[in-house]
C-alpha cells in the first residue's frame, strides 16, 4: 500500500511526526508533496500525474519529496493536509457574520443558505480544495481531507484578533452553531466525492483547542526552522505523530480496499 500526503505549511507537522509513528506502527513511509500557503493552487493534471504549473511549486515538489510532480499511478490513496475544513475556519467566519435573525448589532447579517455558500466556496476556492477535485476527477483512488487543527490553547491569553471570537464561542448555542455548520461542510465535501477526517479529540482541550504540547516548537517542513512563539497555528511532530496514529487504520484500510480498475 503506497500514500501519498499532499498540503501547504500544515504537512510539516505529519511528515516530521512520521518517524515516531512509523516506529510504533511499522508503517511504510508514504511520499509527502508540499507547497506553502496557497501555491497548490498552481497545480494541474497532466499525462495522469498533479503537476506544477510554476517554478515555486515546482522547487517545493523536489525539497519535500524528491520529484517534480505526483506520478497518481504510484499510489493507492491522497491525503491532503491543512485544507480550510475544520472549526478555525468557521469561528473566523462566525465572528464576521451572523445568521440572520440571531440580532448581531455589530456583524453582518447572513442567511444560513449564504453561509453555507460562502463555507462551500472557502473550502474549494483554497488550495487544497483544489488539489481535492482535481484528484477526484482523474483517479478513482480514495481521496481525504483532513481538517486544519485548531489553534493552540495559548491563543486565548494573547492580543491575536481571534482570541475574543474563540473565547465567546467556547460554549452554548455558539458551538452548537458551529459544529452544526461543521457537519454541513463536511457533507458538502463528501457530496463531491471526498472523504473528511476530523482533528483527533485527544489533541484538543474540550474539543475546542489544541493542547499547547502540540504545538510548542512547531518546525517547517525542512525541519530546521521553527515558528516563533505568537504562532498559535501550526503543529507539531508529536502532533504529527498523534494525527498519523487517528488517521491511519482508516486511511490504509481504505487504500488497501481500492478495486482495482477493470481493463478490456
Known amino acids: 500500500m503506497a500514500l501519498c500526503f499532499i498540503g501547504n505549511s500544515h504537512l510539516a507537522a505529519v511528515k516530521l511526526g512520521w518517524e515516531a509513528f512509523a516506529t510504533a506502527k511499522d508503517a511504510v513511509e508514504p511520499a509527502f508533496f508540499g507547497s506553502a500557503r496557497n501555491t497548490l493552487l498552481h497545480t494541474r493534471i497532466e499525462a495522469g500525474r498533479l503537476v506544477p504549473t510554476d517554478d515555486v511549486v515546482e522547487r517545493n515538489f523536489r525539497s519535500s519529496a524528491g520529484q517534480d510532480a505526483v506520478p497518481l499511478s504510484d499510489f493507492d490513496g491522497f491525503v491532503l493536509i491543512g485544507s480550510t475544513l475544520g472549526l478555525r475556519s468557521l469561528v473566523a467566519l462566525s465572528a464576521l457574520h451572523a445568521r440572520f435573525g ?20 472557502l473550502l474549494f476556492h483554497s488550495a487544497c480544495g483544489h488539489v481535492a477535485r482535481l484528484l477526484v476527477s482523474t483517479t478513482d483512488k480514495p481521496v481525504w481531507m483532513v481538517d486544519r487543527p485548531q489553534p493552540s490553547e ?9 482570541a475574543a471570537a474563540y473565547r465567546d464561542m467556547a460554549s452554548g448555542e455558539a458551538r452548537d452553531r458551529l459544529e452544526a455548520m461543521l457537519q454541513r461542510w463536511r457533507a458538502s465535501a463528501e457530496a463531491e466525492g471526498m472523504r473528511t477526517l476530523a482533528q483527533p479529540a485527544e489533541t484538543l482541550v474540550d474539543g475546542w483547542l489544541t493542547r499547547q504540547e502540540f504545538a510548542t516548537g512547531a518546525k517547517g517542513i525542512d525541519g530546521r526552522k521553527a515558528y516563533d512563539a505568537e504562532d ?17 487504520p482508516v486511511v490504509s484500510e481504505s487504500a488497501q480496499a481500492t478495486p482495482e480498475p477493470v481493463t478490456a
Do not use: K, V
Request: aromatic residues 8%.
Open 102 to 121: 440571531e440580532g448581531a448589532d455589530t456583524r453582518f447579517l447572513a442567511s444560513r443558505a449564504a453561509i453555507d455558500a460562502a463555507c462551500h466556496d
Open 154 to 162: 495559548e491563543l486565548l491569553a494573547s492580543d491575536h484578533p481571534q
Open 232 to 248: 498559535h497555528f501550526h503543529m507539531n511532530a508529536r502532533y504529527g505523530a498523534e494525527l498519523l496514529r487517528a488517521i491511519w
